[in-house]
């Protein structure tokens, strides 16, 4: 998990102690069972028990986050996998197979998926998953990917905002749309 700032955090886990939504027939029904603690913790075990809360969510209920909580999760989430690369690779660049050591650095270059992640990453597979332009639904990108439903939709959401793509959401299904002008 990278650095995390600890006055974000702990200014998220407040709202995400206090937030609450709405069931039917029951009223309002708190998102944690049990508040984290901040006073007397590490800004690491905060970090922790913030993403293992937000992990054992139910999928419906992570869906209705409130957009601070989601929106940190992911900044804290798609650092751990999900590198921005420098420069947008070309489109010769692509074809090109991976780029040999560099002698002066002595480092490896990553090597990116179409979507611009690392490869082998789960936000690699579901770049590979989404790029062929088919509905495939929310269950299978789960499944395939092996990143929780609320990691997929995180990841969704990046790849609209951060990378500018078009994806469309109808019934639980996602597509991917190339040059979304052309219908």
């Known amino acids: 998990m990278k650095a995390v700032d600890g006055a974000k955090l702990k200014e998220v886990v407040k709202i995400l102690n206090a937030a609450v939504y709405e069931v039917e027939g029951e009223g309002d029904v708190a998102f944690l069972e049990n508040k984290i603690k901040v006073v007397g913790v590490s800004v690491e075990k905060i970090a922790e028990a913030f993403v293992a809360a937000i992990n054992g969510l139910d999928e419906d209920v992570a869906g209705v986050l409130p957009d ?67 509905y495939i639904s929310l269950e299978d990108l789960v499944k395939q990917s092996g990143r929780s439903t609320l990691g997929v939709k995180s990841h969704i959401k990046h790849l609209c905002e951060a990378r500018k793509l078009t994806i469309q959401e109808k019934d639980g299904t996602y597509r991917y749309v190339k040059n979304p002008t052309a219908k």
């Open 68 to 134: 601070d909580v989601i929106d940190f999760y992911n900044d804290i989430i798609k650092e751990d996998e999900e590198p921005e690369p420098e420069e947008k690779p070309t489109k010769a660049a692509k074809k090109e197979p991976a780029a040999k050591k560099d002698p002066a650095t002595k480092k490896e270059p990553v090597e990116l998926s179409v979507f611009g992640h690392k490869k082998g990453s789960q936000a690699a597979k579901l770049d590979e998953l989404l790029a062929p332009g088919k």
